[in-house]
């Protein structure tokens, strides 16, 4: 797929000198194999008493009913469907960068897509756990589903689209779950050949019989591609069906036609938000440095920027239609957002949304580690800032001024979103310890044409225009894992 030589003015995917084969298993192995370090078992401790949290407020709130919440008679949804929308937003990078970055054989998605997989699997869980919490009585869920049941004729409502929802998401998920487990069944064969005695048993059912034969090899790429393509509209219609939650109401500030188009660049716009908060810290902690390059967070970057963009000009123009349409509740809905009660949200969701991203046009703040780390964390502030004024200043002033209420968040409340936070945390943490967090099969598929030892062999052959290798070398000097140095007497 990859074995071509690549134009020597791309930067490298793979950085270091004399890597090999060998190497790419022993680097993404080693926190597999080894045991955790303090880093890990730091976060872990942090993540497990977020996740405990979670089960405590959980817990009360099965307990005592959805009143344990501050919703109100005015105020119905609130930081639930505020989370919910959240964490379903960030699970749309990993279907991105796995299907359509395939399909359109962009191979820096080969270091990135593993992880970005497992956070879409992940975060979906979490949006699904607010869902169940909101129903009240979670073990009825089942009648969401179009099962013969003992009540008779009682069949779900198709023009709902919360129903709509129900099967968007466990479609998701479901895809998502195989795409992502298909992917990892090379490098879990690889673990089973190197493990001994239960470790190799667990990692030999889990593998499912992989050998590396060329037909086993043939299958897998035509799954993937079969998968991806299946994949590839759900990046779509998942957060469009959950925009038409809202979109479908008549309440103001919600009954728009933009909503499907603007939910979904938000959510790649977050999702990538995310992968950058997680891989940044996962890169350095687990030395995967020279897999993760600078190029692959400068172009998430780029695409951060991108979809932030695209979300500020939605922004504008709801504005717009709210002042071009001239329907005064509208107006007014929009009007409160900006200088009513909850004014603060609304200017937190513009400065962390439009304004931050931004300065990602600087190349210095997009190459800058630490400054796209933060950025990246605004962003996700950003985003739950984004839902939250959605779905409250467009309920707690009603037509009748006599039923406007302000929605005041409860410890449940607060509980359960940063407990959501330490449970996903927690998963993503295991993953890292269990499973390879990086595609070692996909990574080494492009070591002898995009890794830097690569094109220093075509710089050392002669058979470079003296401008490309220049510009190739100055390329570099972004590079964190690169050894400017050694290119002087090249």
Known sequence: MSSHSESIIREPLITGENITYGQITDDVLRPVENMPGKAWWIGFSVAS??????????????????????????????????????????????TLISAVLLLFRQNWRNSINRSAEAMTIFAVICAATYIGAHMGRPWMAVYSLPLPNQYGSLWVNWNSPLIWDVFAISTYFSVSLV?????????????????????????????????????????FETVS?????ISTPLVLSVHTI????????????????????????????????????????????????????????ESMNKIILLTGSIVGVAYLTELFIAFYSQAEYEQYAFMNRISGPYWWAYWSMMTCNVITPQLFWFKKIR????????????????????????????????????????????????????????????????????????????????????????????????????????????SLGKFDSVEQSSYEKV
């Open 225 to 229: 591609l079969i998968l991806a393509g």
């Open 242 to 297: 959950v925009s038409m939650d809202f979109a479908t109401s008549l309440e103001p500030g919600w009954h728009t036609t933009i909503f499907p188009p603007y939910f979904v660049a938000g959510a790649i716009f977050s999702g990538f938000a995310m992968v950058q908060t997680l891989l940044l810290v996962a890169r350095k902690v687990l030395g995967l440095e020279n897999y993760i390059t600078m190029f692959h967070i």
């Open 179 to 219: 795409f992502w487990y298909t992917g990892l069944l090379p490098d879990i064969a690889t673990i089973r050949d190197r493990a001994t005695g239960l470790r190799r048993r667990i990692y030999s059912v889990m593998s499912f019989g992989w050998t590396g034969s060329v037909k086993t090899w043939q299958r």
């Open 49 to 94: 008493l977020g996740a405990l949290l979670w089960v405590v407020a959980i817990s009360y709130t099965f307990w005592f009913g959805i009143g344990a919440w501050g919703l109100n008679k005015t105020v119905g949804w609130a930081w639930d469907i505020t989370g919910f929308v959240w964490w379903v937003g960030i699970g749309h990078a990993g």
């Open 367 to 474: 190459t800058n580690i630490p400054l796209a780390w933060t950025l990246s964390i605004v962003v996700n502030i950003g985003m739950w800032f984004e839902r939250f004024v959605i779905i409250v200043t467009s309920l707690h002033r009603d037509y009748i001024p006599s039923s406007w209420a302000m929605f005041y968040p409860t410890w449940v409340d607060v509980s359960i979103f940063i407990g959501s936070i330490g449970l996903f945390f927690t998963m993503f943490l295991l993953f890292v310890r269990v499973l390879p967090s990086v595609a070692m099969a996909e990574v080494k598929l492009i070591l002898k044409s995009s890794s830097e030892q690569a094109k220093r062999k075509l710089l050392e052959s002669g058979h470079v225009e003296p401008a490309e290798a220049e510009f190739y070398i100055n």
